[in-house]
């Protein structure tokens, strides 16, 4: 069982920035894909951003490429997502997602390849 927990998240104008936090419970976080997810009200959860077991590979929406950076910390359990230059349209729930199954050195981009999910943050980015 992997537990992930979300933080980060809260109220910010147009063009701010935040930083979200994932930590997970777990001893072999080194080996799990990690992802970002995001649902805004009346949405279907959408992807946001990937990244590998040691994070040196990554892949992001094109609508969030340029501006958010997904990152990981092994000896932490933690992966992260800096979100810059934020829009109005990136309000959202935010969650964070594991697979640990195995994963080889891909990131990947389908909700039904991950295991486990976060209960979310939400952001709110305000015009």
């Known amino acids: 069982q992997v537990q992930l927990v979300e933080s980060g998240g809260g109220l910010v104008q147009a063009g701010g920035s935040l930083r979200l936090s994932c930590a997970a419970s777990g001893r072999t976080f080194d080996s799990y894909a990690m992802g970002w997810f995001r649902q805004a009200p009346g949405k279907e959860r959408e992807f946001v951003a990937a990244n590998n077991w040691s994070g040196a590979s990554t892949y992001y929406a094109d609508s969030v490429k340029g501006r958010f950076t997904i990152s990981r910390d092994n000896a932490k359990n933690t992966v992260y997502l800096q979100m810059n230059s934020l829009k109005p349209e990136d309000t959202a729930v935010y969650y964070c997602?594991?697979?640990?199954?195995?994963?080889?050195?891909?990131?990947?981009?389908?909700?039904?390849?991950?295991?486990?999910w976060g209960q979310g943050t939400q952001v709110t980015v305000s015009s």
């Open positions: 997602a594991a697979r640990i199954r195995f994963s080889g050195s891909s990131w990947f981009l389908a909700m039904g390849e991950y295991d486990y």
